[in-house]
């Protein structure tokens, strides 16, 4: 039996949030998870503008009373004016985890050179990991496919439930004292 | 017809601006950018040495009151205690792009070991992007060279003048939605 | 001749500090340095527990009293509540240097996908070099194969001695004009 877990999936987009495009962030978010994880998942999704403390209020909500063992936001993480989710990821943060914004923008460089203008970063916040992702589906995957291996052994450290993989999409990596047995 | 732009090229060095040395930096920058922009291009030229202060208020007066679209700097990038651009750098951001100071030292890394000591940034002040270039003339051209692809849609980003580059020295890289028609 | 040396080497583990088991980083970092410095070497070691006032007071007196021109630690750096030795050493850091947290980083990913846990930094106070290391032995080693040969040169640059290496286990790098005659 796997653990039960719950996840924050967080679009910041002014135009999707008013209805001027329709949000493709959260439904490319789900898509991959539901691929990846093994786990039980409860999804709880919000779709925001780029306002900083809002994006603030989502995240600790979603960390605090909502139980999110992992947040993933998509968008405005760039360089524009109205792109502050890295801002008010930073200012929730209880621990920055430097090594997720630079491996997340060595992956996205593989595709495309404008991947150095990404600010996104991962931070914790109490027993949750939050992470923020691009805005455009492919780069969504890519960067997932990226990174996401080394997730679950995070979230263990944290606190978090033991989140399980299917090897075909992604391999947990964890060292072996932190294995669970079958 | 292309976009007029000002760049601001500010060589910082206790050395070369007592006169100790000839700079190198500037003629450098220059050079490259000649070669490299299609664009007309109006410089704007500061020497000055490795003191906080004044490289903060150099790079303040070229955003704010020049009409720079690009600051770049060269040189005071090092662990020396006198070495202070990025402080100075970071000190006037509005936002602080990670994935410039990532890529810098990850291509100066192919060509010197030593590349790990460079402290260099890029940041935005309102519409203008400012990056620390190393100080030895092949350094700044290898970075250059490494990096500038993602430099005209950044510029684009924060809303300044459409950079267009010659291809054979570098290609530009926009998604085909910020591509102005020929 | 060769230069003494003076090098700090704390190790930071709540288990190991309180003799749960026996430390194994200080002998890693020792037994590496052995083999890859030609100079005399003094060590000053320290066992200390994760508790953050403590790291601090340790990294300080290294570099201010006991006159270390380096000071490696080992443990503490990953995303657990309890790991602070990043904290710490940024909160007695005068320069940051963000390029050997990244290179050390991406030493480790050639190894383990959960490297990019790791939120070890490297930073100067006055003239030492402070660089946080992975806690296993295995790793320590790969991490030193991988940076060291960028650590000479800025110990050059803060005012340090000279350090000299032996080929056969890492090559120093420094620019012509900072080499020692024979």
């Known amino acids: 039996m796997s653990d039960n877990v719950t996840i924050g999936l967080v679009s910041i987009s002014d135009r999707a949030s008013s209805g001027v495009y329709e949000d493709q962030g959260i439904p490319a978010l789900k898509d991959w998870l539901d691929k990846a994880l093994v786990n039980p998942v409860s999804y709880v999704e919000r779709l925001i503008p780029d306002e900083q403390p809002l994006i603030e209020a989502t995240l600790s909500e979603l960390a605090d009373r909502q139980g ?10 760039g360089p524009a004016a109205r792109d502050v989710t890295p801002e008010a990821t930073l200012a929730v943060a209880h621990k920055v985890l430097p090594g997720f914004g630079e491996a997340m923008r060595a992956v996205s460089l ?64 964890r060292p072996k004292s932190a294995q669970r047995r079958a």
Chains 1, 2, 3 share one sequence.
Do not use: H, M, W
């Open 110 to 173: 593989k595709y495309v050179p404008t991947a150095i203008l990404s600010r996104q970063v991962g931070v914790t916040r109490g027993a949750c990991l939050i992470l923020n992702l691009p805005g455009q589906p492919k780069a969504i995957r890519e960067t997932l496919d990226g990174v996401f291996a080394a997730v679950p052994y995070c979230v263990d450290l944290i606190g978090g439930p033991y989140l399980e993989t299917r090897p075909e999409v992604v391999q947990a990596f």
């Open 68 to 77: 999110c063992a992992l947040v993933l936001t998509t968008g405005g993480t």
